[in-house]
Structure formats: C-alpha cells, structure tokens
C-alpha cells in the first residue's frame, strides 16, 4: 500500500495510512487514547480536548490530527494524564453528576473516564448549576444536568438521521443544548429510533421505560475500564 | 502498644454508609482486633475522647451541627476519610442546592402536598441547628486526606482502604472497587 506511514506513540513503532487521524490510527495498533466527543459514527470536531497528545513537542487534539510520516506522539505522559484528569473534573464540577440515582451510571463514557483515571473526587469546587429537565417526548428525555457538550447529538442527528434536532446555543458556562432553538423536545421530530437517541456518552438523553436494565456488575464499564476493547486489539 | 482509634460519623448522610461499614461481615472481628472504636453512631459515643488514627466522615455537610463536626474530627484525627458519595460530593442531599433554601423550607413544612399544618410554622427551635444555604462535600470545610466514593462504598472498599492504611500501605483500590453509584 503506498499510503502507508509509520509514526511513533510513546516511543513505539506503528503503522498507520495516511487519511487517518491519529486516534484512528492508534485505535488500529491497539493504543488506546481517551475521547469524549469523537465517535467512530460521526465526523470528529475536537471539541472536548480529552484526546490531547503531543505531537512533536505541540498539543494536538487525537481525533481531528492527520498522521503525517514520522510523526512522533507523546500520549502517556504525567502532563497528559493529569490534563485530561483536570478536564473530567471541570466536568463533573460544571454540572450536577448524581452517578447513584443515573440512569446511565455504569454504562457513562464520563463516568468511565473518571475511573480509569482513578479519581476519587474532584479537585475543583463544585458548582451545582441551574440545569432543566425536558420530559415533553414521550420516549426521551433530555436532562442537562448531565449534558458535557459533546455536540454528539448534534452531528447525530445531522449526519445519520437527516434531522436537525439539537444545536448547541448560548456561550461560556450558560452555554447548552437547544432543540430547535429554545423549543421542547417533544415539539420536535425526534424519533426514539434516532441513531442521536443512542449517541450520548452521558446520562443526558436517556430512552424512558428502560432504566437501569442491566443489572449492576453486567455494565458495561463494572468491570473492565474503557478502552479494554481497543488495548485487546493488540498488545 | 495500644490500638489506634477510629472514629466515624454521619452527617448529612442516610447511615446506609455506616451500615456498608457494618457489612464487611466477619471482617469486623479482624476489624476490633486491630482498632478501637471512638466517637462513632455504631457505640454511641457523643465526642472524641482522644487523639485518633482515623477519622470516617459519611454524609456532606447541611447545617452548622455538621461543620462543628467536622472541625472536631479534624482537630482530633490523623487521617480524615470521606466515605460515600454524600461526603464527597454532596449526594442526594445536595439535590436541594440549586434550589433556593426557603423554597426547600416552605415545600417540607408548608406547601407539601402531605403537610398538615395549618398555622404555617416552620422550626426554629434553637435546639435545631440552622441549615447551611447549601449541602457541601466535606472536603469543601476541612481538609480531606482520603476519598471512598460510592452510595455506599462496597464492603470490600471500606476494608481494602481501611487495612491498608493501618498497616501502612498506600491506599490503592482496584478498579472494581472505584464505583460512584
Ligand atoms: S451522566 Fe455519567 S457521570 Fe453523570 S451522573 Fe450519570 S453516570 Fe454519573
Ligand atoms: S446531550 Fe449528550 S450527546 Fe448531546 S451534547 Fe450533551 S452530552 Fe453530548
Ligand atoms: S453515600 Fe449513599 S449510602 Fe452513603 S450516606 Fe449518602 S445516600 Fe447514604
Ligand atoms: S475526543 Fe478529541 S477533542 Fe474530544
């Protein structure tokens, strides 16, 4: 293949095509690099930063960064671990995360994060905002006390379904997700069938009436942390 | 040599903590043998009578009883340990934070759908400490050495973290046993 480039993460020889982004590419050696906002279904957008690595000697977010011949990745490092943990903080802190009563508790790609990162509690001051439930779809609700501003629902709902159901409106920390604008979500078309009512990484747009399905030890992240599916690629 | 002591509390918390703490099982006996208990809900003794090894903060902290605690737990222990997520996040009492506090008053002793009370009279008795305007982790009071997340933690948690610190081991919990729910 003659798109084919070899680049370094951590020190170790990978091979990689030229088109991949750097996580698409570390995915495929089996090295796992932490993500929120990216999502193998959708265009990535690099808005979360979880994903910083270095990339000779500059900060470059993972899921949006072609590899280049020779490129050489710093991803396990004291800084980038301790980067990414401040973000997942931040999150925590910015908005009202009550893991005992959530429905996606268990099954939450923040939540595992914050346990593959070992933390027991946030090093920042807790924030407890104002944050409204919708409960007007009959099928779906929409609890932003949980919502990190992913935008995966946006590009969901954009990309796979041809809908344009949710928009990320207002700026700063009064930032959020709208549905069509300021309306609820049950005046919009939004079909509990939609590829963006299984995108969420959080507890924030939850299916009703499937609650707490699977029982505690069978979720997915009781066990093995995230990223165990990705290291078990290769070792 | 005598034992080190290890004190507990609950504050804004439901005990459920506690009762964990009670649910290492026949651990307990290990337990007694290598501590003695001080303050604690599980003997009832109301104040540190001297200095302790260990301090188990459950519950965050809602009114000003609880921050006295804390201060008293701090004053008077090595390692203070929040246990729970009510400790250190604030847990389910923490619900009424972005709630103003007299509205939470007046929906509990006023405009309840279930309270009968016709007068309209909300407690304030001086026996009853005030309530804080927010429920806040622990470690937001005093400082926190330790943090057991979990509502509850496990009991095998309480008994990885507990045995390791009084056996001088550096407290690092397997990843089954970091949960937040
Ligand atoms: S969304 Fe995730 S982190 Fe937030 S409360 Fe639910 S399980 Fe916890
Ligand atoms: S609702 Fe979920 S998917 Fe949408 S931005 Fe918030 S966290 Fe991301
Ligand atoms: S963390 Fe859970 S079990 Fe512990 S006191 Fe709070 S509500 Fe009760
Ligand atoms: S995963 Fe790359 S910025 Fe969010």
Redesign the pocket.
Known sequence: MSDAIKIKIDGKEIEARLGQTIMQAADEAGIYIPRLCAHPDLKPIGSCRVCTVVVDGRAQAACVKPVMEGMEIMNETPELLQHRRNIIDMM?VE?N???MF?E???N?E??AL?YRFGITAPQYPYQFPEKDVDATHPDIMLDHN?CIMCARCVRASQELDGKNVFQSIGRGFERKIGVDGERALGDTDMAVTDKAADICP???IIKKRVGFEVPVGKRIYDKEPIGSDIEGVKS | MSKPRVASTSLAGCFGCHMSLLDIDDRILQLIELVDFDRSPIDDIKHISQRCAIGLIEGGCCNEENVHVLHEFRKNCDILISFGDCATMGGIPAMRNNIPLEECINEAYRDGPTVYNPQGITPQDPEIPLLLDKVYPAHEVVKIDYFLPGCPPSADTLWAALTALLTNQPVELPYELLK??
Do not use: E
């Open positions: 925590f908005g995360h009550f893991c959530c996606k508790s268990g939450c923040l939540q914050a949980r959080v507890g924030c | 937040y729910d």
